[in-house]
Antibody, heavy 120, light 108 residues
Framework: EVQVVESGGGLVQPGGSLRLSCAAS????????MSWVRQAPGKGLQWVSA????????YYADSVKGRFTISRDNSKNTLYLQMNSLRAEDTAIYFC?????????????WGQGTLVTVSS | SYVLTQPPSVSVAPGKTATITCGGN??????VHWYQQKPGQAPVLVIY???DRPSGIPERFSGSNSGNTATLTISRVEAGDEADYYC???????????FGGGTKLTVL
């Protein structure tokens, strides 16, 4: 059974850093692209970042480029999102999502999300 | 940047057909994917590549895409279909994923 489970969320002060993790199981992790999508309280879905199966290609939303870094450790079946210089507007539930192939654009399995709150 | 426009809300009576639109410039040239999200839950893919259904998604869900509008159609609507629905594309000109603003489907 395919599973992706996020962790690492919490309360952080503005300007601080946080690293999210997404543990994957039930599929050959290195063969699939992965993404992070966030949802601010009461708002819609916002794409954050994506990465190819090998990790060689990465993509970022303009709002996080230069502050967030996506990476993956295929030996540990884990996806990461390093978030630096956090702002109040980064407050959201962060979802990890798997693509059905090593191509970008669609995701077929999502985790339940981890909440990041940026506040003093 | 590429923009997807969805109506904020759609209401439909049980047993009737719900139509949710997603507008974008020449969206017919892109592949459109649709997600269903119920309160407190993660999104679920219901239609991908314009009109394909993942396994486990009822045949009542269908999609189409042409010109400047993509459409998600839900036939014989049930109370359990009440949710937020999001369209999504890959903007290859900027290597970005773009989501529509979402449509809240209310079953009367």
């Amino acid at each position: 059974e395919v599973q992706v489970v996020e962790s690492g969320g919490g309360l952080v002060q503005p300007g601080g850093s946080l690293r999210l993790s997404c543990a994957a199981s039930g599929f050959t992790f290195s063969s699939y692209a992965m993404s992070w999508v966030r949802q601010a309280p009461g708002k819609g879905l916002q794409w954050v970042s994506a990465i190819s199966g090998s990790g060689g290609s990465t993509y970022y939303a303009d709002s996080v480029k230069g502050r967030f870094t996506i990476s993956r450790d295929n030996s540990k079946n884990t996806l990461y999102l390093q978030m630096n210089s956090l702002r109040a507007e980064d407050t959201a539930i962060y979802f990890c999502a798997k693509a059905p192939s090593d191509s970008q654009g669609v995701t077929d399995y999502w985790g339940q999300g981890t909440l990041v709150t940026v506040s003093s | 940047s590429y923009v997807l426009t969805q109506p904020p809300s759609v209401s439909v009576a049980p047993g009737k057909t719900a139509t949710i639109t997603c507008g974008g410039n020449n969206i017919g040239s892109k592949s459109v994917h649709w997600y269903q999200q119920k309160p407190g839950q993660a999104p679920v893919l219901v239609i991908y590549y314009d009109s394909d259904r993942p396994s486990g998604i009822p045949e009542r869900f269908s999609g189409s895409n042409s010109g400047n509008t993509a459409t998600l159609t839900i036939s014989r609507v049930e109370a359990g279909d009440e949710a937020d629905y999001y369209c999504q594309v890959w903007d290859s000109s900027r290597d970005h994923v773009v989501f529509g603003g979402g449509t809240k489907l209310t079953v009367l």
